[in-house]
């Protein structure tokens, strides 16, 4: 009887502390997956617009080598812009494409809106991650640069109608990444450029749904 009240008192413990420990783990979980649905919200020299809003369904995943997601953006005056990417390296790439362009139908071994799996698994262990280079239409294309964590935080999301606090990596770049090897999305990006000169807009994640 003794032992049987122990053993229930320790599973209450391991119940409880689990969600700290996956917390601090990095909470893997959400991961990327086919019919996967991601709002975003656009940020234009540092302002965030809940009123504009794009969207990005994933198509097909092989997470990490590979996934092909279609993409849908309002543009003021016009038809809504549209476009398909297929990036071929998830795992390993450092390169970062935010800007999208209407009717492309291209395989990229650039990354947006997601990071590569061991680019965050570097920041995690390291803080730092170097060679990442970030592209952009009259940018200075293609330097590279080393991402570097300022600070872990946590960040509001709305995953399949339920807010959740998540735990996340604000970087330099202008970087907001989320702290989850089977999901590094960055949650908000803030260009660094002026949008009329870059062609680049920035962005911050209102919901997720499966």
Known sequence: MKRSLITVILLIFVSAIAPVISAESGEDFHPIRPGMKI???FIIEHIVKPERLWSLNVVKSSYPESLTYTWTRPHEGEQELSGTRILTDLKYS???DPWYKNGE????KATAPWIAREVLKELRKD???GGFRVCGAGA???IPRTLQVKEKIVFPLTINGK???VHALKLNL???VWNNLNNPLVLEYEPLGIPLIT???GWRVKEINY
Do not use: P, Y
């Open 94 to 96: 450092r390169d970062f």
């Open 140 to 142: 200075a294309n293609w």
């Open 39 to 41: 709002t975003f919200m």
């Open 199 to 201: 062609g680049i807009t």
């Open 127 to 129: 803080g730092t991650a």
């Open 174 to 176: 202008g970087l907001v």
């Open 105 to 108: 139908s291209k395989a990229t």
């Open 163 to 165: 807010t959740e606090v």
